[in-house]
């Protein structure tokens, strides 16, 4: 069975940084994408970075980009997101997913089979 368990997150000043981490267990996820979302006070979820395990090719929601930075590694099956600037509206309940992928293209945004509980970032003036 998948686990995903996310740390790292918490209260930080605009303009501060945080980094999150995603500890996977449960499979081996070389043929996997696993991916970040966060939902934000009062709105729907949303996509903001992926990776895939294998070769580590990365895509981010463009809002993000530049700011936000998806890792992994291999030997302690962790990904991380590397979040700098933190704005206020990057307040939201950071989750980690995960879903099988053997695609040759970039790792997906949607359609995503597993979910960690989440960590929430506050992100203050």
């Known amino acids: 069975q998948v686990q995903l368990v996310e740390s790292g997150g918490g209260l930080v000043q605009a303009g501060g940084s945080l980094r999150l981490s995603c500890a996977a267990s449960g499979r081996t996820f070389s043929s996997y994408a696993m991916g970040w979302f966060r939902q934000c006070p009062g709105k729907e979820r949303e996509f903001v970075a992926a990776?895939?395990?294998?070769?580590?090719?990365?895509t981010y929601a463009d809002s993000m980009k530049g700011r936000f930075t998806i890792s992994r590694d291999n030997a302690k099956n962790t990904v991380y997101l590397q979040m700098n600037s933190l704005k206020i509206e990057d307040t939201a309940v950071y989750y980690c997913a995960a879903r099988f992928y053997s695609g040759w293209g970039p790792p997906p945004r949607y359609e995503y089979d597993y979910w960690g509980q989440g960590t929430q970032v506050t992100v203050s003036s």
């Open positions: 990776i895939r395990w294998s070769g580590g090719r990365t």
